[in-house]
């Protein structure tokens, strides 16, 4: 069984890292406060700043599913 892969990345140009399987991406998802199932069955997601209450959602990163040729 090939392992899944998945990109997280973020808008002040702290770059991209690259997530092996399911299980590396639940800790991210703890770290960085996303949804790992709506990764997993969407292919991809945003990260929000919510440390502003009241304010507009303001997208700071997000993850997406990486597709690989076979």
Do not use: C, N
Not at 6 to 18: M, P, V, Y
Not at 46 to 67: C, N, P, Q, R
């Amino acid at each position: 069984m090939a392992r899944e892969w998945f990109t997280i990345w973020f808008e002040d140009g702290g770059g991209r890292a690259a997530i092996h399987g399911r299980r590396e991406l639940r800790q991210f998802a703890k770290r960085y406060d996303f949804d790992a199932d709506e990764v997993i069955s969407k292919g991809e997601t945003f990260i929000i700043d919510k440390s502003v209450t009241g304010a507009l959602d303001t997208v700071i990163g997000g993850v997406f599913k990486e597709v690989k040729d076979a």
